[in-house]
């Protein structure tokens, strides 16, 4: 059958027959995969069918393990509630706490504002108290020569 075909059709061909096997080996592992995925999904909903009947038909001799394990749900249920009331009082916590110090942060800042200028304040008084210094030395100065000048002067009338 191949040799009556032309050059260009036997690689048409043999190609096809090189690639039909890797064609068909990934639809056979794709269809492996659906039937897997398929199978888990059927024995979760059997699962999930036998919890369902275990809770409403009531099994002769498991009675007591039955009531046992609901009354253990039902506790972990209330533990789980309390768990969550605990979380929400801790976030209500962290964000009064996050106010507090959004507050605080605002002092803080209004705080530095004022000893921004209270230092400004203070540099204009000592540059004040520096001046009056120098002139209170000046005058010092002024009042001994003046009071040396005139012990001087007293000093010669007498001589």
Same mark, same amino acid.
């Given at each position: 059958m191949?040799?009556?075909?032309g050059?260009?059709?036997?690689?048409?061909?043999?190609s096809?027959?090189i690639l039909l096997p890797?064609a068909l080996?990934?639809?056979?592992?794709? %269809? +492996?995969?659906?039937?897997?995925?398929? $199978?888990?999904? =059927? &024995?979760?909903q059997?699962?999930?069918h @036998?919890?369902?009947v275990?809770k409403?038909?009531p099994?002769?001799g498991?009675?007591? %393990? +039955?009531?046992?394990?609901?009354?253990? $749900?039902?506790? =972990? &249920?209330?533990?789980?509630?309390v768990? @969550?009331a605990q979380l929400?009082?801790g976030?209500?916590?962290?964000?009064?706490?996050?106010v507090?110090l959004?507050?605080?942060h605002?002092d803080?800042n209004l705080?530095?504002?004022?000893?921004?200028?209270?230092?400004?304040?203070?540099?204009?008084?000592?540059?004040q108290?520096?001046?009056l210094r120098?002139?209170?030395?000046?005058a010092?100065a002024?009042?001994r020569y003046d009071?040396?000048?005139?012990?001087?002067?007293?000093?010669?009338e007498?001589?």
């Amino acid at each position: 059958m191949v040799k009556n075909c032309g050059k260009m059709e036997q690689k048409v061909f043999l190609s096809f027959i090189i690639l039909l096997p890797r064609a068909l080996q990934e639809a056979v592992s794709t %269809l +492996k995969e659906k039937a897997n995925i398929l $199978e888990q999904e =059927l &024995e979760q909903q059997r699962e999930q069918h @036998r919890i369902r009947v275990w809770k409403t038909q009531p099994l002769p001799g498991n009675y007591l %393990l +039955k009531t046992f394990l609901l009354l253990q $749900e039902s506790n =972990l &249920e209330e533990e789980m509630g309390v768990l @969550r009331a605990q979380l929400l009082d801790g976030q209500r916590a962290s964000a009064a706490e996050n106010v507090q110090l959004i507050q605080l942060h605002k002092d803080c800042n209004l705080k530095e504002a004022q000893l921004k200028t209270v230092r400004a304040q203070l540099e204009g008084l000592e540059e004040q108290v520096t001046k009056l210094r120098i002139d209170c030395e000046r005058a010092q100065a002024d009042a001994r020569y003046d009071n040396y000048q005139m012990c001087d002067f007293d000093f010669g009338e007498f001589n």
